[in-house]
């Protein structure tokens, strides 16, 4: 569909975006192509003002395409965004007023840090008092008082990627736009900016999508994670939710349920379904998608959630093992040959049988997929 012309309707459009007056942006049946192939798949999602939504998914699910499209750097091949009822989708990615924080900082070298923050806002053409006082304000927010007359390549990465935030912010949009914001930071600093844009989130109220490959990060962040797998949303929900009960599968898989094992559904009771596996034990789960008696099926269980038991159904021979400070990480292969991970509080032995078992209430069940 042609991008609508700009009109006296699109300049109060642009001013009403500018002005944070919005309760909702929607996106409806988005899609886009590349080459003929679809790399995003009539993706449609309703988020409230003042939400943190996490785009979650593996490298090439869609995540980042939807953030493009919706920061007006990659046009849609088809679908709508609208905030309220006002459509924007063929507003330019500065009529937007968005504000974006890039996965490598894109901070201007030969700038400050004051003069990097304060750039939105001397692109609109606001008096210097003002920009001023807002860049103090914006420096004071994220922690950078005393950096303020250093060049970008003088901070720490850390420090880079809080200009950035405050560049996004200072201008007041109505949604925040971050891709992958943390993933060229080491491990610890990655936990401290986790902490720092959840305090700055908590503190604006902004709306923001951050696109992540990281399941701690969307879990640690957002009030709902939107799941995306090969250009599809898979699954939508509050973080406990899709910790506990993800609706299919590759879901699971994205949310750490590491290990699957493989049977014969021999038992429905309920929410919980039992499955007989190699040797006619019996594993448990919660029962999730169809399922009958007699149905091939899998059950999906976390490392931390299988654990070594004298009379453990599933057994397995230890092939290595990690010591993880508090605990030991075995890898093991079970009878049908499926590899498995788990957790012990005591050293493990390379070659050794071991017996293993999960808490029904932390396991999952699905049909098997064909």
């Given at each position: 569909?042609?991008?609508?012309?700009?009109?006296?309707?699109?300049?109060?459009?642009?001013?009403?975006?500018?002005?944070?007056?919005?309760?909702?942006?929607?996106?409806?049946?988005?899609?886009?192509?590349?080459?003929?192939?679809?790399?995003?798949?009539?993706?449609?999602?309703?988020?409230?003002?003042?939400?943190?939504?996490?785009?979650?998914?593996?490298?090439?699910?869609?995540?980042?395409?939807?953030?493009?499209?919706?920061?007006?750097?990659?046009?849609?091949?088809?679908?709508?965004?609208?905030?309220?009822?006002?459509?924007?989708?063929?507003?330019?990615?500065?009529?937007?007023?968005?504000?974006?924080?890039?996965?490598?900082?894109?901070?201007?070298?030969?700038?400050?840090?004051?003069?990097?923050?304060?750039?939105?806002?001397?692109?609109?053409?606001?008096?210097?008092?003002?920009?001023?006082?807002?860049?103090?304000?914006?420096?004071?927010?994220?922690?950078?008082?005393?950096?303020?007359?250093?060049?970008?390549?003088?901070?720490?990465?850390?420090?880079?990627?809080?200009?950035?935030?405050?560049?996004?912010?200072?201008?007041?949009?109505?949604?925040?736009?971050?891709?992958?914001?943390?993933?060229?930071?080491?491990?610890?600093?990655?936990?401290?900016?986790?902490?720092?844009?959840?305090?700055?989130?908590?503190?604006?109220?902004?709306?923001?999508?951050?696109?992540?490959?990281?399941?701690?990060?969307?879990?640690?962040?957002?009030?709902?994670?939107?799941?995306?797998?090969?250009?599809?949303?898979?699954?939508?929900?509050?973080?406990?939710?899709?910790?506990?009960?993800?609706?299919?599968?590759?879901?699971?898989?994205?949310?750490?349920?590491?290990?699957?094992?493989?049977?014969?559904?021999?038992?429905?009771?309920?929410?919980?379904?039992?499955?007989?596996?190699?040797?006619?034990?019996?594993?448990?789960?919660?029962?999730?998608?169809?399922?009958?008696?007699?149905?091939?099926?899998?059950m999906a269980v976390r490392p931390e959630d299988l654990t070594p038991s004298p009379d453990g159904p599933v057994s397995a021979t230890i092939?290595?093992?990690?010591?993880?400070?508090?605990?030991?990480?075995?890898?093991?292969?079970?009878?049908?040959?499926?590899?498995?991970?788990?957790?012990?509080?005591?050293?493990?032995?390379?070659?050794?049988?071991?017996?293993?078992?999960?808490?029904?209430?932390?396991?999952?069940?699905?049909?098997?997929?064909?």
């Amino acid at each position: 569909m042609p991008a609508p012309a700009l009109s006296c309707l699109a300049t109060e459009i642009i001013m009403s975006i500018h002005a944070g007056q919005f309760r909702e942006l929607r996106l409806e049946r988005l899609g886009r192509t590349f080459g003929g192939v679809a790399a995003l798949r009539d993706v449609s999602l309703s988020i409230a003002q003042g939400e943190f939504i996490a785009l979650l998914g593996p490298s090439g699910c869609g995540k980042s395409t939807t953030l493009n499209i919706l920061a007006g750097l990659l046009a849609a091949t088809n679908g709508s965004i609208f905030l309220d009822e006002r459509r924007i989708d063929g507003l330019r990615p500065e009529q937007r007023g968005f504000g974006m924080v890039f996965q490598n900082y894109a901070l201007f070298p030969h700038m400050s840090v004051a003069k990097n923050i304060g750039f939105g806002l001397a692109m609109r053409g606001i008096a210097r008092d003002e920009i001023a006082r807002r860049v103090g304000e914006a420096v004071t927010l994220v922690h950078l008082q005393g950096q303020e007359h250093k060049l970008p390549g003088q901070l720490s990465g850390g420090q880079q990627q809080r200009v950035a935030i405050a560049r996004a912010i200072i201008i007041e949009p109505p949604l925040v736009l971050m891709d992958e914001p943390l993933s060229n930071l080491d491990a610890k600093l990655r936990l401290e900016m986790r902490a720092e844009i959840k305090r700055i989130h908590q503190t604006l109220g902004a709306t923001t999508i951050y696109v992540t490959h990281d399941q701690e990060e969307a879990l640690s962040l957002a009030d709902r994670i939107v799941v995306l797998k090969d250009g599809v949303v898979r699954q939508v929900g509050a973080p406990d939710a899709l910790y506990a009960r993800p609706d299919h599968l590759d879901v699971a898989a994205f949310m750490g349920f590491r290990n699957v094992i493989s049977g014969t559904v021999s038992r429905l009771d309920g929410d919980l379904a039992s499955v007989t596996i190699a040797g006619g034990k019996q594993v448990s789960g919660q029962a999730r998608g169809r399922l009958a008696k007699g149905q091939k099926a899998v059950m999906a269980v976390r490392p931390e959630d299988l654990t070594p038991s004298p009379d453990g159904p599933v057994s397995a021979t230890i092939i290595s093992s990690e010591f993880r400070g508090r605990e030991f990480v075995g890898f093991a292969m079970s009878e049908e040959g499926e590899a498995l991970a788990f957790v012990s509080g005591h050293p493990l032995t390379n070659g050794a049988r071991v017996h293993l078992a999960a808490d029904p209430m932390r396991a999952v069940v699905f049909p098997e997929v064909s």
